[in-house]
């Protein structure tokens, strides 16, 4: 109960019109940081940040942190119409919301993005009001070993249910990992595949590799199939959010299940980014529509919002009782934290009463405000599919181009960002998996410092990783889904070759 | 606490004017002449958002703007790749240009050894230093010893299983640098566990991953204050000056140095301001004078006193001197430790 007497004297913060308009200000610039990719919401907040300094800490945080809520809102809405992913976090979203608009059904698709979005972060703030010091402690177990168990979950529970060969999945997996090789490695300080090159001392960024991969490579494959787009005879009336929103309550189960997996990891902290491959992977694994994910299921896009928005959000929890940032974003605003005078930390929470909870009430009303600010544009951005696609393709390459330039201010990503983009266009030709090559390029670098981390701590002993109960667990789960398929795979042809047939 | 903060921000104003009014009586007689930047200048972190380097660089930037230090605005650039490297490279590469500066961490001096990429202070134009980071040794509070002599004891008499687990930022940085140092002078030996950012460092402390850090004092102070981690003790020659209580009525000044706990290791981190080379004298004096500026703020000196900085700021040959020698000191130290690539 005291929890909720904070939070009514949180409101109370709120209550400062000035601190309103912060918010809105702060979620339209969000929607579109989010819109435009590569100024990603770390970006976008780090350049804010010093126009904060003469404001309050609490009128400071909740501008910065609604540009945060806007651009978890905004990366849907170019990973649906263009399957250009905005964030990093968005890329699962592609998977499914792109097709949708393709069916002409991009106004479905963005309600059910935005709302899986709100979703997802009301349950995540819920559990921030009210069990806060019970999880800051939960994260406090995660060592090595235990982050290199949630990667290798990810992974797990990703890999082994795909359409494509296994060994196409395996070969666009391992030229992620090989990328996200290339630069410094953090665990000896040595550089790796730069092969003398400036240019290549910074590694393979995640969110250029997508720009191109994603966007230029749709491009390249709609000027192939005819200048147009398909989602271009889509009926649009606000009615549709209406009607979609019919159909969200029955996909209840599957809802929880991306919130938990979403907060989880957030909190421990995985990150926005793997709880939202995480959440598609499990979802298409579950759900009775699995068989259909990557044509075009409202599910398939709501599952993946509604994790990356609970996780989004619940990375603030580490950061603010802990000091450990969740997301780059949440670093950035870490800096901020400091450089008004906060010191995150256990003891925040006790001796920065007004300003942690003004926040935690900001992030209930900025995510109502959000939904409101993005739904009453759903028909705006889904008209944007009405243009000529021969007017609107120069522009999405020029935006991608911006995208993947501002991502370290180095011209020699723009031509990177086109290279992926013909790779991107050949592995669709030939039928490879994108999905796994992303996965590989975003956490590959994670997982691998995470487990040779884990191999020093342990002097090499494969052990560690079944140390104890958490660690154990987790690992167990992740090599049980890697298996999953051959053994349902075994059992069905037990049961009988008809079965069998059947599941083919 | 917050508000009297803002109230300390809000009265930055006030300072400002008395140092707009010094100002003239500090600049030399041909001021008339005086070289002022004509467009926006890079202000280059080479390091990622969030990090210490990024926080200063983004707070130096909200002074500047709030107190309209500058005609032209400064942008903050990161430009973290290759530990650094790419930063460095590319103020080097920028001969002659004035609209650049960049903000050097030890890396100026450890990335080169580690990596072969080639660059050196020398290759740059140094402008003024703005002060040390420290280094403090911390281990979790629930550790059976109180004192530097307890902590090397039960660091020489582990073994195996036992062994000491130092964490740490990056690889063959500073603070590897500093590990291997203490391994140099007691003979024994730590497991090195580097880890991406301090803040990460300081959680895995808590968490009992790891047996020990050098963190920044920024980096754990909140989890010192909360009871989590204890100071042993601080790598400079001095005990620090803040004297303000922290945490069970210690402060920052109670904190004995290595040196008189019996391991002498001194080891403080640049923050300091280079330019590209060939810069004119004009140039150089402009941004001395900047930073002269910006240190007189009370937003600046708020933040010292928070991440219990050492103060040092040097400029002109002082500062030259300092770089020679610091140059000097990594390179024997990471040519003890193995550190230096081949």
Known sequence: ?504 | MHSAIAKIVRRGAAALAVTTALAPAVMPSWAHAAWEPTKTVEFIVPAGTGGGADQMARMIQGIVQKNNLMSQPLVVINKSGGAGAEGFLDVKGSNRNPHKIIISLSNLFTTPLATGVPFSWKDMTPVSMLALDEFVLWVNAKAPYDDVKGFLAALKAASGDQTFKMGGTGSKQEDQIITAAIEQKTGAKFIYVPYKGGGDVAAQLVGGHVTASVNNPIEAVSQWRAGELKPLCVFDYQRLPYKEPIANGKSWADIPTCKESGLDIEYLMLRGILMPPNASKDQVDYFVELFKKVRATPEWQEFMQKGAFNTTALSGPEYSAWLTKAEATHKDLMEKAGFVAK
Not at chain 1, 401 to 416: K, M, R, S, W
Request: hydrophobic content about 55%.
């Open chain 1, 1 to 504: 109960m005291e929890a909720l007497t904070s939070l009514i004297g949180g409101f109370g913060v709120l209550a400062d019109p000035m601190n309103i308009v912060y918010m809105f200000v702060g979620i339209s610039l969000g929607v579109l940081i989010g819109v435009l990719p590569g100024l990603g919401g770390a970006n976008g907040v780090a350049i804010l940040l010093p126009l904060t300094f003469s404001m309050s800490p609490v009128s400071a945080i909740i501008m910065l942190s609604s540009i945060y809520w806007g651009a978890l809102f905004g990366g849907a809405i170019t990973s649906i119409l263009f399957n250009i992913p905005g964030e990093p976090w968005s890329v699962a979203t592609t998977f499914d919301g792109h097709p949708m608009a393709q069916k002409g059904k991009a106004g479905e698709a963005l309600t059910g993005a935005f709302t899986g979005s709100f979703i997802g972060a009301f349950f995540a703030v819920l559990l921030i009001t009210f069990l806060a010091p019970v999880i800051a402690k939960f994260a406090l177990q995660f060592g090595p070993a235990e982050f290199f168990a949630v990667y290798l979950l990810t992974f797990c529970s990703f890999v082994g249910m795909g359409k494509e060969p296994p060994a196409k999945v395996i070969a666009a997996m391992m030229l992620g990992f090989a990328l996200a090789a290339v630069g410094i490695d953090t665990v000896t300080g040595q550089l790796r595949m730069t092969f003398g090159s400036v240019e290549l001392l910074r590694g393979f960024d995640f969110l250029v590799a997508v720009i191109g991969l994603f966007g230029v490579g749709e491009i390249l494959l709609t000027m192939e199939e005819g200048l147009a787009f398909k989602g271009k005879s889509a009926s649009i009336n606000p009615r549709v959010v209406l009607h979609t929103w019919a159909q969200i309550p029955k996909y209840w189960a599957g809802l929880l299940r991306s919130a938990i997996v979403g907060c989880w990891m957030g909190v421990t902290p995985g990150g926005a980014t793997p709880a939202s491959f995480m959440s598609y992977g499990l979802a298409k694994k579950f759900s009775k529509n699995g068989r259909n994910f990557g044509k075009g299921e409202l599910e398939g896009v709501i599952m993946p919002e509604t994790a990356a928005h609970a996780a989004g959000t619940s990375a603030l929890l580490p950061m603010l009782t802990l000091g450990i940032p969740g997301s780059p974003t949440a670093a950035v605003l870490l800096g901020g934290l400091l450089i008004w005078g906060l010191q995150p930390g256990p003891l925040l929470f006790v001796e920065q009463k007004d300003f942690v909870w003004g926040l935690i009430a900001s992030i209930y009303l900025g995510n109502i405000a959000g939904l409101i600010v993005v739904l009453t544009t759903v028909p705006i951005f889904a008209a944007i599919l009405r243009i000529p696609f021969s007017v609107i393709a120069p522009i999405i390459l020029v935006i991608c181009a911006v995208g993947a330039y501002t991502v370290h201010n180095a011209g020699l990503d723009i031509a990177v960002m086109l290279i992926f983009g013909v790779i991107g266009y050949l592995f669709k030709k030939l039928q490879y998996p994108l999905a796994p090559l992303v996965l590989a390029l975003v956490l590959g670098d994670m997982a691998e410092s995470s487990f040779r981390q884990a191999m020093l701590v342990s002097q090499g002993h494969l052990s560690i990783f079944w140390s104890n109960p958490l660690v154990g667990s987790i690992v167990t789960l992740a090599l049980v889904m890697l298996v999953w398929p051959l053994v349902s795979k075994v059992m069905a042809r037990l049961n009988g070759g008809k079965e069998a047939a059947a599941a083919e």
